[in-house]
């Protein structure tokens, strides 16, 4: 009894698998690598996060390929289009090859789709997927970053013998941004498309589809909370070493308070900033004001001393004609840099 | 005129613009080699994407000819022609011509006898058994006039196709000809792959109107200055990019940079010649140069960031010096006065 139920369950796991592979296998007709139609159109982009380095977004993803075995006659058929929804398109994929693509830096979270299969035997796969989706931000030029929002289309099956994933006109002009496409602090631009392959596990090779939704950040809002409180930070103690009379040891207390305030907004810009690589703008203007403060320190302690600097020249209008140039050439001087600055990392 | 107020002006007035000057002309030249680099730079891409054009159409004729040749060659083929049995024709090339138009945009596979009469279109081989070339195919009439093989670029009844010739000949001497056609989305393809730039081939209209009868009628928008783009890797980027000026009878490639709407491109024109060397149509490569145009505008902001902290510097050294060395002993020496 055992030996007979082992030999029909083998019987029909076999014949199972043969009926499956015969509706799904590649179509042998057809040039290999079997060129795949990929495009993308992004109908909305709801969120971005660089601290997590997601973003979410719904769009329609249309895979093309040809499979002469589907063609139909037009006159037969009466029509040259056969159109599957829904639940139809889930059963019709069943028993039709396809190419197993998946979106690879995705969690879907909802999906619809569709399947029309044309009269030569050509089928548009058509998917609307609402997913988050992972991608690596690039963020040394922030605020003035353009980012890439990757949505990685990879084949898991079949290899880059197998298929191949493609732009033709007809994809490049179905794909594209949603004229709904906003986003607050940011500027969508445009898609692009790469493609790309993976090395797998086996050591074969498998096609992938890269579409980079290309977005600019709005880089004022950013710009305003971080230059603001960096010039304020400086504001005082300057005025206090720079154009008035006051002793060395206040003007110090100055400087030590601007100190303590710089450190603060460092740690201040790295909570809200986490993610920022250490060559950003912030870091930057950090670097910037400690050695602006270490110079004034300096000054403060010598040039701005007037018991140290009375021995230092036999004229005595040295000094002070020196403290008359510093007192605009020093302000000058640090705007000067932390525009330039400013300026270098917005052409990155 | 009014008089200056005091010495201190007077140096400002000498010292502020010798130094203004001197930045000026340190910053000048500082972008001017950073332009004369970044150009050469542009420039020399767009001559290798003119070369890498050139080489890869050389390429393509080549391999078209030598596919001509090697069909030419098969036993079998011969036998079939010379009995005059189109059927068997089809039987041997077809199954392989399919491949070859599916994997390697070869659209044509052709055979004539002479003058230029169509004996079988391996792809349609119900298309015009019989039909006289002679008028258009000025290449496939030489061909057979003078028996030797040709491989060029030649509008035919499918339009634009790259194209190689070669004589069927048998023990008892020549029979006809047979050419193989592959499209231009190859060459185009390749450029595209190897450096990024979007291309499209662009051709006569005219030219196409009289000659390639089996192309559907192109899209109005895709008839630019009397030509008719029949190729293209991206036709949204080249529409926005391709304008009327770019289409010269100039028989050289240029190579040219444009800024549109507000972003910057490099273009370059190759010119589409026939096998006689007569100027058909037009090749467009294109690609945004914005990374270049960034790169130039920093070394800009450099240059003139450097030259305003000379200024600074420069005049504080001047003004310091010369304030205490002649400004405040004059002040000195006339107040006793």
């Known amino acids: 009894m055992m030996r007979q139920f082992l030999v029909f369950f083998i019987l029909s796991f076999l014949s199972n698998g043969v009926l499956c592979a015969d509706v799904r296998r590649i179509p042998e007709n057809a040039p290999r690598p079997i060129s795949i139609g990929v495009s993308v159109f992004v109908t909305s982009i709801s969120k971005i996060n660089d601290q997590t380095n997601t973003f979410e977004a719904i769009l329609d993803l249309q895979l093309s390929w040809k499979d002469s075995s589907l063609a139909f006659d037009v006159h037969k058929m009466g029509t040259n289009r056969l159109i599957f929804n829904h639940d139809e398109a889930t059963k019709k994929l069943e028993t039709i090859w396809s190419p197993k693509l998946i979106l690879a830096n995705a969690t879907v979270q909802g999906m619809e789709h569709g399947v029309f299969i044309n009269a030569d035997g050509t089928v548009v796969f058509i998917q609307r997927m609402k997913g988050i989706f992972d991608s690596k931000y690039q963020l040394d030029a922030f605020p003035f970053d353009t980012q890439n929002l990757k949505i990685r289309i990879a084949s898991e099956e079949y290899k880059t013998n197998q298929i191949i994933l493609s732009q033709g006109q007809r994809d490049i002009n179905n794909s594209g941004l949603g004229q709904d496409v906003s986003l607050s602090g940011w500027n969508a631009k445009k898609i692009t498309f790469v493609r790309s392959f993976k090395r797998g596990w086996d050591g074969q090779y498998f096609p992938e589809m890269h579409a980079n939704i290309v977005i600019t950040r709005q880089p004022a809002t950013h710009l305003f909370t971080i230059l603001i409180p960096f010039f304020l930070v400086m504001l005082i103690p300057t005025i206090g070493t720079l154009y008035m009379n006051t002793e060395v040891d206040k003007r110090l207390g100055y400087w030590s308070s601007s100190i303590l305030a710089l450190v603060a907004l460092s740690f201040t810009y790295s909570a809200r900033y986490a993610t920022l690589p250490p060559d950003a703008i912030i870091m930057q203007l950090i670097v910037i004001g400690s050695a602006y403060q270490i110079v004034m320190i300096l000054l403060s302690v010598t040039l701005f001393n007037s018991q140290n600097t009375d021995g230092w020249f036999s004229n005595k209008f040295i000094v002070p004609e020196i403290i008359n140039y510093l007192r605009f050439a020093i302000p000058i001087a640090l705007v000067g840099l932390v525009v330039t600055r400013i300026l270098l990392t917005s052409l990155i | ?337």
């Open chain 2, 1 to 337: 005129m009014k008089k200056l107020a005091t010495p201190y002006q007077k140096v400002l007035l000498i010292v502020l613009p010798a130094t203004l000057f001197m930045a000026t002309i340190s910053a000048y030249s500082s972008i001017i080699s950073h332009q004369a680099v970044f150009d050469g730079c542009k420039q020399r891409e767009l001559n290798s994407v003119a070369t890498l054009l050139q080489n890869d159409l050389q390429s393509q004729m080549n391999r078209a000819a030598a596919s001509a040749s090697m069909i030419v060659n098969l036993p079998s083929v011969k036998k079939a022609f010379r009995a005059n049995n189109r059927e068997q024709l089809v039987d041997i090339l077809q199954p392989s011509f399919l491949i070859q138009r599916d994997r390697y945009n070869v659209l044509e596979g052709q055979f004539h006898t002479a003058p230029a009469i169509t004996y079988l279109r391996i792809y349609s081989p119900q298309d015009g058994p019989g039909e006289d070339l002679s008028s258009f195919r000025e290449m496939v009439v030489n061909t057979n006039k003078e028996h030797e093989p040709r491989k060029g670029v030649e509008i035919g009844r499918r339009g634009l196709s790259i194209r190689g010739i070669d004589l069927v000949k048998d023990a008892n001497g020549y029979i006809g000809s047979f050419e193989v056609g592959s499209s231009f989305m190859t060459v185009l393809e390749n450029i595209k792959k190897n450096t990024g730039f979007e291309a499209g081939a662009f051709v006569d209209d005219a030219i196409m109107n009289k000659v390639a009868i089996l192309l559907p009628p192109p899209d109005a928008e895709r008839i630019v200055a009397g030509f008719r783009n029949v190729e293209a890797t991206n036709w949204k980027v080249l529409k926005a990019t391709v304008t009327p000026d770019l289409f010269t009878s100039d028989a050289d490639i240029k190579t040219d940079l444009k800024t549109i709407n507000g972003a910057d491109y490099g273009i370059v024109t190759m010119p589409i010649q026939d096998y006689k060397g007569e100027n058909i149509g037009i090749i467009i490569a294109v690609q945004n140069f914005d990374a270049y145009h960034n790169q130039m505008t920093a070394a800009v902001v450099r240059a003139i960031a450097f030259a305003l902290l000379q200024v600074l510097v420069m005049a504080g050294v001047v003004i310091v010096t010369i304030s205490v060395m002649f400004v405040r002993r004059n002040e000195m020496t006339e107040l006793p006065k």
